[in-house]
């Protein structure tokens, strides 16, 4: 059984310093990993993935992989109220041959609080 | 700019009904989900599917099964609905190849089962 964890929160953090979210995962074969934002009462939304390890930026996001620690973060810069919400890490395992994707496993998210 | 749609919104059911939770994505992707979330439990993926009549179980497809017979349509059956299966149900679409990803959810479908 796969796991993805991530502390639930809630984490708060000040307008316009650094958010720095983080998430393990068990599967050592995992190959992609995944950043959703979820606000309240709405479905997840994609924000970041990335496959190799370092640092993958985009705009005020950052994703950060080390596959030999199991680890995977998302930094966001300048936080804004507006990034207030649940984060969801996600991993993919398996790639089939045919293509086709094996589906994710979900981490329980992490709920961010930017105070203004 | 809608890219993947649920059926419905909000359903309610009796116990032991056939319920169809149905999904449509118009991007071609290869690649459906189906997920229930609940509070304290996170995401858990219940079926997805890489083609069309290509199923594979997820972490938790009991009492479940899915229909994929067109490319753009994917549907969730409850064979016999039951009160643990009240829950958020969400659909999504993935594109997932050469380090090019295009995934989306749908709007969700809140099932209530009594």
């Known amino acids: 059984q796969k796991e993805v964890e991530q502390n639930s929160g809630p984490l708060s953090v000040p307008e316009g310093a650094i958010a720095s979210l983080n998430c393990t995962y068990s599967d050592r074969g995992s190959q992609s990993f995944f950043w959703y934002r979820q606000y309240s009462g709405k479905s997840p939304e994609l924000i970041m993935f990335?496959?190799?390890?370092g640092d993958k930026e985009d705009g005020r996001f950052t994703a950060q992989l080390n596959k030999a620690s199991q680890y995977v973060s998302l930094l966001i810069r300048d936080s804004q109220p507006s990034d207030s919400a649940t984060y969801l890490c996600a991993v993919n395992g398996e790639v089939y041959s045919g293509g086709g994707a094996d589906g994710l496993t979900f981490g329980k998210g992490t709920h961010l609080i930017i105070q203004p | 700019d809608v890219k993947v749609t649920q059926s419905s919104r909000y359903l309610v059911k009796r116990t032991g009904e056939k319920v169809f939770l149905e999904c449509v994505q118009d991007?071609?992707?290869?690649?459906m989900f189906w997920y229930r979330q609940d509070p304290g439990l996170g995401l858990r993926l219940i079926y997805f599917?890489?083609?069309?009549?290509?199923?594979e179980k997820g972490d938790i497809p009991e009492g479940y099964s899915v229909s994929r017979e067109k490319k753009e349509r994917f549907s969730l059956i409850l064979e016999s609905a039951s009160t643990n299966q009240t829950s958020m149900y969400l659909c999504?679409?993935?594109?997932?190849?050469?380090?090019?990803?295009?995934?989306?959810f749908g709007q969700g479908t809140r099932l209530t089962v009594v």
């Open positions: 999504a679409s993935r594109f997932d190849r050469d380090r090019r990803v295009e995934a989306f």
């Open positions: 599917s890489y083609d069309v009549k290509m199923k």
């Open positions: 990335i496959y190799s390890n």
């Open positions: 991007m071609d992707h290869e690649n």
